[in-house]
C-alpha cells in the first residue's frame, strides 16, 4: 500500500491573498461593526463615571433631584450600549460569513479541478474533509470566535486608555501583560501548525 501524497495546504500569505480577495464588497459591514463596537464601549464607560457623580453627589448631601441627571445618563448609556451591540452581532457575522462562503466556493471550484489521479494518490478522504470538517471549522470561528474576538479587543483597547488618561502608571501592567499574550501567541502560532497538520492526517487515514 502506497503513502497518500497529501494535498498541498496554503501558505500564509496565499490565505492572506484569498481572504482580501473574498472580503471585497463587505468591507463596510466590518468598518460599521467596529464602529458601533467602539460606540458601545464608550458608552459603558458612562455608566461608572454616572455612578461617581451619584456617589459625589449623596456624600456632598445633594438634593434628590440632582440625582437625576447621572440616572438620565447611566439609562441612556445601557439602552445605547445595549443597541450599539445589536448592531455589531448583526454586521460581523454578515462579513465572516460572506468570507467564509466565498472561500468555500472557491475551494468546492479548486476541488472539482483537481487532476483525478491526484485526488486519487492524496486519497479522497483528505479532499472530503476539507470541503466537510474543516469548513465547518472556518465558519464556527467566523461565526463565534472571531466577532468575540474583535468585540473584546475595542474593549479592551478603550478601557487601557480610559486608564492611561487617569494616570499613564496605568498602563504599565497593561504593557506588561501585553507582552506576555504576544510571546504565548507567537509562541502558539510556532507550534500549533504541526500538530493540526498531524491531526488533519491522522483523522483523514482513519477516514
Known sequence: MSTPRWLPLASVAQVRHEVHRAARGVR???VGAIVVITAAALLDLAVPMATGW???AARAH???SSLLSPALVMAGAVIGSGICNGVAQALTPS???TIVTRLRESMIRAGLGLDQQRVERAGTADLVSRASDDVQAVRDAANGALPRLVNTMIMVIV???ALASLHPAFFIPVLLAAVLYGL????FLRTAPPVYRAERRAST???
Open 54 to 56: 451619584i456617589i459625589d
Open 205 to 207: 487515514t482513519q477516514s
Open 28 to 30: 463596510g459591514y466590518f
Open 184 to 187: 504565548a501567541i507567537r509562541e
Open 62 to 64: 445633594r438634593s434628590p
Open 95 to 97: 462579513f465572516f460569513t
Open 159 to 161: 478601557s487601557v486608555s
